[in-house]
């Protein structure tokens, strides 16, 4: 007799299955695919176009075209909806096509192949159709299936390890191994963690899927990671395997502090959080669905209203509205978002290491997409699909020597050669600072970001290079999609498609981004079409060498050839008509640039009373009649101001060094608090705070004080 306990196991063991396969079965069937599928198997159950003899890392295994047909005509066989529905000739073609596969067992060179791809295919389609099969055929796939399992090398603690546990999972429901299913949710549930100075989720909420620490947040962390857990959250939920309310909290947090901060709007894919996957083709740029959402919500109600704004905005129900700045300082990222445009910082330090290794091809041009790149948004598709036709040494926010030719894809990955890298951040505006020092090249630079609601100022100072190569400082490359007009002063002038220099610009505007110079400035423009191949741009095996022809506007700064120290000043001001930037730019006195040396460099908003400074070493700086600052050690510090008097001091230590810092500000202000004291002078009029920095896995994060 089976007891009442394992009647509702079993009874829970069989919704989470119909859960899943439900999941598998939710597309509709293309019976005209199906078709074409059962014409061109061959008699032996290969598949013409599949090229089985090449099992290399760089032919992306093709292989796995020949399982997602098999899987195709499995869902056709169980879809009553299909012409197809228990058809005899799906299921001879299904039993044939796995007797190949059975028959030659193709192992690729790269492990993800026969750990995750194959495993995958072939574990969907056996819980699918599994019942339906020949027995002596599921059980000669289950040691192939059985690949992926808990002490594979993939499965290491990140992404990959929930993606292995989850095929291990589906195989052993398909199994009805109730118990060995439950210590695999287990493990499953127990990957939603922190995991700081190591591989998974960061103390920040991005992710690094490697020791490297190069942002993964939006590739391994988003779809392994986050989505996979939230599918298996989704999947036990309401049963005695359901996750608990605190992890699925967690993953609350982790998407809309991580994923979703570093995505435009929540909406799109953010360009400069990819790696090696930036050279391989889109599809068309469209919103990212909501089901990720919409399971975890199944769960939880825990930030239920800004889970729901995402939802609404990815169906465009409403406009984005949120304002933020974040500095992921555990991965040298820095965001910032308004309602109307979406911008960030990517650079890296000792810490972390540039860029990800071009594995398996793709991402051969990448070397300098963390040298301080800066893209900006306004619609999301600014930059989407233009790398074949990318100048490589000319990205967006960077200084890169320009080479006759990228060094070799073998090259891509450094060490950071700095410390001070960081950014000073109240949530709502902040600046950053890169001391940057090329790993490629003999070039190195003081770069530093202001970001405010309307604006953001770029500086560069002390760039140097001790090569007879140019330098430049490109302050963007994108698709041209509008008219380009330039102003030197007077009335603005539309640019005729084409490249050459211009001297005495006062500022530059291409797709409603104005590009303004304090001084006027010698610049280079180019705004015509370029041409290049996706071949070109990745060592994958069979892809396209097909001409690709896109318009790119590209505005970049010349420093010449050995600069001894160069300095640059500009500033971006986003969503901004022609009109309207001809307007501002002739009274462009609510911003001043206060210092612009390889000791300092700060910036101050009149008109929102705030002011941010990056001391590269200590030193003082007068920011108006009635303030003054000194730093005793490097650091930045962003001051707002309210009335003429100090309301908030936020501090931050891009070294990671110091324990406390100490700020002498104009003003008296006593009073201590949670993270300070003060030490007021009355006679010279100033005030000492001593700062109490965060410490651990939060080096790095800023402290907000409210100064009474």
């Not at 005209?32 to 059962?38: A, C, N, V």
Request: proline share 4%; charged share 25%; with cysteine.
């Amino acid at each position: 007799m089976v007891s009442a306990p394992n009647i509702l196991a079993q009874s829970e063991i069989e919704l989470i299955k119909s859960r899943i396969v439900a999941d598998l079965m939710s597309q509709e069937v293309n019976d005209d695919y199906i078709d074409e599928i059962l014409k061109k198997i061959n008699p032996d159950g290969s598949f013409p176009g599949i090229d089985y003899t090449d099992l290399s890392r760089t032919a992306g295994f093709p292989h796995r075209f020949h399982n997602a047909n098999l899987l195709h005509l499995s869902k056709a066989f169980m879809k009553e909806s299909s012409r197809y529905f228990r058809d005899e000739q799906v299921k001879s073609a299904i039993v044939k096509g796995l007797s190949f596969w059975l028959k030659n067992d193709f192992v690729g060179d790269n492990w993800h192949d026969n750990q995750i791809s194959t495993p995958t295919y072939l574990g969907d389609l056996v819980l699918i159709v599994g019942d339906q099969l020949p027995e002596i055929i599921v059980d000669r796939l289950q040691p192939i299936i059985g690949r992926a399992h808990m002490n594979a090398s993939g499965a290491r603690p990140s992404g990959d390890r929930i993606v292995i546990a989850g095929i291990l999972a589906k195989n052993l429901l398909f199994r009805g191994e109730d118990k060995e299913f439950e210590k695999i949710i287990n493990i499953i549930e127990g990957e939603l963690k922190f995991a700081t100075g190591s591989r998974g989720m960061q103390h920040d909420y991005s992710f690094h899927h490697r020791v490297d620490r190069v942002n993964n947040t939006d590739s391994y962390g988003y779809g392994k990671y986050a989505n996979a857990y939230g599918d298996w959250s989704y999947y036990v939920s309401g049963t005695r395997y359901a996750f608990s309310k605190e992890k699925i909290n967690q993953l609350v947090d982790y998407y809309l502090d991580g994923i979703y901060k570093q995505s435009v709007y929540g909406i799109y894919p953010d360009v400069s959080v990819q790696n090696r996957s930036i050279t391989i083709k889109k599809p068309e740029l469209k919103p990212r669905g909501t089901q990720e959402i919409e399971r975890i919500l199944a769960s939880t109600d825990y930030r239920r209203v800004e889970l729901e704004e995402i939802i609404r905005l990815r169906k465009g129900e409403i406009k984005p509205g949120r304002s933020f700045a974040k500095f992921f300082w555990q991965t040298e990222h820095f965001v910032f978002q308004r309602p109307d445009f979406y911008t960030t910082v990517r650079m890296f330090s000792s810490r972390n290491r540039n860029m990800e290794v071009p594995y398996n091809g793709p991402g051969k041009p990448t070397h300098h997409r963390a040298d301080g790149t800066n893209y900006l948004l306004l619609k999301g598709d600014e930059y989407h699909n233009i790398w074949p036709v990318y100048d490589w040494q000319k990205i967006s926010g960077t200084t890169i020597l320009q080479k006759p030719e990228l060094p070799s894809p073998e090259e891509i990955q450094k060490d950071g050669l700095t410390d001070f890298v960081g950014a000073v951040t109240d949530g709502l505006y902040g600046a950053v600072t890169f001391d940057f020092k090329s790993p490629h090249d003999p070039l190195q630079a003081k770069k530093s970001w202001f970001f405010f609601d309307e604006e953001y100022v770029c500086l560069g100072a002390d760039i140097k290079a001790d090569s007879k190569l140019q330098v430049a400082t490109t302050l963007n490359q994108s698709l041209l999609r509008s008219p380009v007009h330039i102003s030197e002063g007077k009335n603005s002038q539309l640019m005729k498609h084409g490249g050459r220099e211009l001297k005495g610009i006062k500022w530059v505007h291409h797709d409603r981004v104005g590009y303004v110079f304090p001084e006027p400035e010698k610049v280079s423009l180019s705004n015509q079409v370029e041409t290049g191949n996706w071949a070109s741009i990745t060592d994958q095996k069979n892809i396209s060498q097909e001409e690709v022809q896109e318009g790119v506007f590209k505005l970049w700064l010349d420093h010449g050839s050995k600069p001894a120290n160069a300095t640059y000043a500009y500033m971006v001001v986003p969503n901004v008509s022609e009109q309207e930037l001809e307007r501002s730019s002739k009274d462009n006195r609510s911003i001043d640039i206060l210092s612009n040396t390889a000791n300092i460099q700060a910036v101050h908003h009149k008109r929102l009373g705030i002011s941010q400074l990056s001391f590269y070493h200590a030193g003082e700086l007068t920011i108006d009649n009635a303030l003054t600052v000194r730093l005793d050690s490097p650091g930045m510090v962003m001051l707002k101001q309210t009335a003429g008097r100090l309301s908030q001091l936020t501090l931050a230590d891009p070294s990671r060094k110091l324990s406390r810092m100490l700020v002498t500000v104009s003003g008296q202000y006593p009073g201590d608090g949670d993270h300070y004291r003060s030490i007021v002078d009355k006679q010279a009029g100033s005030t000492l705070f001593i700062v109490d920095l965060p410490v651990g896995v939060y080096l790095g994060k800023s402290v907000v004080l409210a100064v009474q």
